[in-house]
């Protein structure tokens, strides 16, 4: 059973960074699609960045040019660099396959104005 266990979410200022980290049991990420997905109170999960292979990634336009997605798929890890944060960037964030398998817990990243 493949597992995402992600980490590294926190409580920052705005225009903070954080980097969250995303390691993943039971399948090899290499070769994978993986996506990092926030989901604010009451809102929709949604996509932030879709990492198609190493160094191709799409971004939301929320996070673009703010936000850059890694892997290195040695460590079967995959990391979100997030930079320039904002109120509206507070979220729980899980990564996952695309498409998508079971969703983790998740890492809870607030953002203060």
């Known amino acids: 059973q493949v597992q995402f266990v992600e980490s590294g979410g926190g409580f920052v200022q705005a225009g903070g960074s954080l980097r969250l980290s995303c390691v993943v049991s039971?399948?090899?990420?290499?070769?994978?699609?993986i996506g990092w997905y926030r989901q604010a109170p009451g809102k929709q999960r949604e996509r932030v960045a879709y990492?198609?292979?190493?160094?191709?990634?799409v971004y939301a336009n929320s996070v673009k040019g703010r936000f850059t997605g890694s892997r290195d798929n040695a460590e079967n890890t995959v990391y979100l660099q997030m930079n320039s944060l904002k109120p509206e960037d507070t979220a729980v964030y899980y990564c996952?396959?695309?498409?998508?398998?079971?969703w983790g817990q998740g890492t809870q990243v607030t953002v203060s104005s």
């Open positions: 990492m198609i292979t190493a160094g191709n990634t």
């Open positions: 996952n396959s695309i498409p998508n398998l079971s």
């Open positions: 039971g399948s090899t990420i290499s070769g994978v699609a």
